[in-house]
Structure formats: C-alpha cells, structure tokens
C-alpha cells in the first residue's frame, strides 16, 4: 500500500471513530443532571478514583457482575448540609459498542435516577426512560436482574441486562466512594 493510500485510509478511520454517536463532542451537562436528580444540591464535584485490587474483587463480589475498570469516575452533589448524591459514570460493552450510562445514588445507598449519556448500539436497543424508572428507589437489598425482578425490553435484552449489571456495580460502588465524601 502506498503511503498516499495508507494516510487517506487513516484520516477515513479518524473521521469515522470521532463522528461516531459516542464519540462525538456533544455537550452533557452532568452537573445540571445531578441537580435536577438532586434538587438540594447547589455544587457538582468531578471525581475520579483508583480502586485497589481487593476493592474491585469485593464490588464484583456483592455486585454479582466484572468491573470492567479499577478506574472509576463520579460526581458528587454537595448541598448546604453536605452531600446530597454521587453520580457514577459506567461505560461498558453492550452488544459490540460501548454506552456511558450515569447511575445516580443517594444515602442509603439506593438509586435516584438512571441517565444514558452516550449510546452507540442502534437506537432501537436503547432502553427508554420509563424502563430506567423502574430501578428508582432499588438498593442492594432489592434484586435486579433483568428478566427476573426488572422486565427486560423486547429485542433489546443484552440492553436490559447492561443497564441492570450496571445499577448493581453503581451501587456496590457507592459503599466505596461514601468514604472519599
């Protein structure tokens, strides 16, 4: 292959992966997210942590499901009276892409709200909000998986089955990132 032909095929694969749904530089304003979910909140924090082995190995335990990194990034929502909720971003494997998914959690430890930021599988396999409300209000104690105690979606299971993996890592997560706060 010539080096003209090799510098056309490179720009056609950057051009490709950078305008791709996921990868796109679409403006999410995670704050504003976290302070409609949070209404007391009047401060968002980005944060990021590297969870040790024994950590990962414990959240994966209690979770039932693999983190797919020890690097883990959150935002916590800070009120007057101190923290109000922290927001973990997710972003695993669906079917064949990725999805960013932000998992809200509040004290005791139980779902606020559920926000899919970025999905790059088609649009049909993406789970709608009225299915994402069915996890408000679930804490560890509450099972879910999908197909058993959260219905799954209808040609949009791996979907389903991603987004509840997901809330249950959130969770395990947030007994962790409590003791940053």
Request: with cysteine; glycine share 6%.
């Amino acid at each position: 292959m010539t080096a003209a032909r090799k510098s056309i095929l490179s720009l056609l694969v950057s051009v490709s992966y950078f305008s791709h749904p996921l990868y796109a530089k679409e403006a999410v304003d995670i704050a504003k997210i976290m302070k409609q979910s949070c209404p007391e909140a009047v401060g968002v924090e980005k944060r990021s942590r590297l969870l040790s082995k024994k950590e990962a190995a414990d959240i994966q335990k209690v979770a039932g499901t693999k983190l797919h990194s020890r690097i883990v990034r959150y935002y916590t929502a800070s009120g007057r009276s101190g923290p109000e909720c922290v927001g973990i971003l997710l972003s695993r494997k669906v079917r064949t892409k990725k999805a960013a998914v932000l998992y809200i959690v509040k004290e005791p430890g139980e779902i606020v709200s559920i926000e899919i930021l970025a999905f790059a599988e088609p649009p049909e396999y993406k789970p709608a909000k009225s299915w994402l409300k069915l996890m408000d209000g679930k804490d560890l104690s509450k099972p879910l998986r999908a197909g058993r105690d959260i219905p799954t979606i209808s040609g949009a299971t791996l979907s389903a089955r991603n987004v509840t993996d997901g809330a249950r890592l959130a969770l395990a997560l947030f007994d962790i990132l409590k003791r940053d706060r």
